[in-house]
T-cell receptor, first 116, second 115 residues
Framework: AQKVTQAQTEISVVEKEDVTLDCVYE???????LFWYKQPPSGELVFLIR??????QNEISGRYSWNFQKSTSSFNFTITASQVVDSAVYFC?????????????FGQGTELSVKP | GAGVSQSPSNKVTEKGKDVELRCDPI?????LYWYRQSLGQGLEFLIY????????KSGLPSDRFSAERTGGSVSTLTIQRTQQEDSAVYLC?????????????FGEGSRLTVL
């Protein structure tokens, strides 16, 4: 069965610190997609990244970077030089290609608090 | 509108009443999704539509829950005979089409409180 685990419920850092949010997934499918979404206090989930199971290259976008390792079924997210505006709940999610509908299985989320 | 619009933003109802939650997706998006977010269960998939069809209703928690979509646009999620455990934020999302497995655009949600 498919499952996404975000073991860190809450993380608190001071501005300018680097922080890594962990995500471990389970799936029996060989073709799947992994996502990260950000949920700021306004409540609206915002898409950050999608990765397919055949592309293990790490990705960097500004202060954000993602490390995908199939060997450990992990898709971790690092924020470099964190800022107060990064404070939000971050969700990792999995979609399996067979369902064709883009149905996402979400982790429980990690609440990140960045203090000035 | 520019984004996914949901109404009402907040709804307080009494146990046993029926409620309707509305979602207006981004214009041109053919796929529409309903999710539920609650403290105990996290983010749960409920149902998705491709056009007016609902290929996957597997997440609807009971037969008190139903959803429809007409004209390939607006969708309504209906909860009959509400129970306290239905209290949650109901999130709607849309995308260009379901098979794209791309970015979902979410609304701000409808917070339902059942007393």
């Amino acid at each position: 069965a498919q499952k996404v685990t975000q073991a860190q419920t809450e993380i608190s850092v001071v501005e300018k610190e680097d922080v890594t949010l962990d995500c471990v997934y389970e799936t029996r499918d060989t073709t799947y997609y992994l996502f990260w979404y950000k949920q700021p206090p306004s409540g609206e989930l915002v898409f950050l990244i999608r990765r397919n199971s055949f592309d293990e290259q790490n990705e960097i976008s500004g202060r954000y970077s993602w490390n995908f390792q199939k060997s450990t079924s992990s898709f971790n997210f690092t924020i470099t030089a964190s800022q107060v505006v990064d404070s939000a709940v971050y969700f990792c999610a999995l979609s399996e290609a067979y369902n064709q509908g883009g149905k996402l299985i979400f982790g429980q989320g990690t609440e990140l608090s960045v203090k000035p | 509108g520019a984004g996914v619009s949901q109404s009402p933003s907040n709804k307080v109802t009494e146990k046993g009443k029926d409620v309707e939650l509305r979602c207006d997706p981004i214009s041109g998006h053919t796929a529409l999704y309903w999710y539920r977010q609650s403290l105990g269960q996290g983010l749960e998939f409920l149902i998705y539509f491709q056009g007016n069809s609902a290929p996957d209703k597997s997440g609807l928690p009971s037969d008190r829950f139903s959803a429809e979509r007409t004209g390939g646009s607006v969708s309504t999620l209906t909860i009959q005979r509400t129970q306290q455990e239905d209290s949650a934020v109901y999130l709607c999302a849309s995308s260009l089409w379901a098979g794209d497995l791309g970015e979902l655009f979410f609304g701000e949600g409808s917070r339902l409180t059942v007393l």
